[in-house]
């Protein structure tokens, strides 16, 4: 601490927001808890410190910025999109699509349901759900940016002719989630044939 005059201390306080007090000790470790109001999105900010004795002496405005401490506040969610399979298809080997964060993902949820029976996905099979809807993590999710996929849903656990729902969601690194992203495919369509009646005579060799 200092003995003689206190430092100008006008650039830490300037964005003074709050105190914590602490009596009869000359040292101690100590934490403090402060709710930032950021209005959501992404923001980056900086903390420091700065201690008073009860004689008024602060502490030295070099060790005050030598410990300051820069971090990110993150208040908003990742974007995503589903981007296969298409409308209508013959066989599935693989859903996938995009996702994107500002600072970094974490996983992107798939929900995948047979609207016909109302069974969702669990990643071995189809069943109804007793309570919340399984989902099941895509894969190639890293870093701010990824180009997901999802491989375990083979033709065989199909029903020909059905439609099914996908319903994915990104989830960043501190748990901002995006907006559901739906996206509806019906599998294997079987092709119809129309017999129309026939007419008139028919040559049938004796």
């Known amino acids: 601490l200092n003995s003689g ?3 100008d201390m006008s650039a830490i306080l300037a964005g ?5 007090f602490l009596t009869g000790a000359s040292s101690t470790s100590w934490t403090h ?8 999105g992404t923001h980056f900010a900086l903390a420091w410190v700065a201690a008073r004795d009860l004689l008024g002496n602060y502490s030295s405005l070099e060790a005050n910025r030598a410990s300051s401490i820069r971090f990110i506040v993150d208040g908003e969610g990742p974007t995503l999109a589903v981007t296969s399979p298409p409308g209508d ?3 599935v080997t693989i859903i996938s699509g995009t996702a994107e964060d500002k600072i970094a ?4 949820r798939l ?9 969702y996905w669990n990643g071995d099979s189809f069943a109804l759900a007793a309570g919340t809807p399984p989902f099941v993590i895509a894969e190639g999710v890293s870093g701010s940016s990824a180009a997901w996929t999802y491989t375990r ?9 059905s439609s099914y729902t996908i319903a994915a969601q990104a989830i960043d690194s501190v748990g901002n989630e995006s907006a559901i992203s739906f996206s509806t495919f ?6 119809r044939v129309t017999i129309r009646a026939l007419t008139g005579k028919l040559n049938v060799p004796a």
């Open 186 to 191: 019906t599998f294997g369509i079987v092709p």
């Open 89 to 91: 298809i013959s066989s």
């Open 111 to 119: 929900e995948i349901r047979h609207i016909a029976t109302g069974e």
């Open 153 to 161: 849903l083979s033709p065989q656990v199909l029903v020909v002719d």
């Open 16 to 20: 003074y927001n709050s105190e914590l």
């Open 33 to 40: 808890q402060v709710g930032l109001n950021t209005g959501g």
């Open 105 to 108: 993902l974490k996983e992107v």
């Open 5 to 7: 005059a206190p430092p």
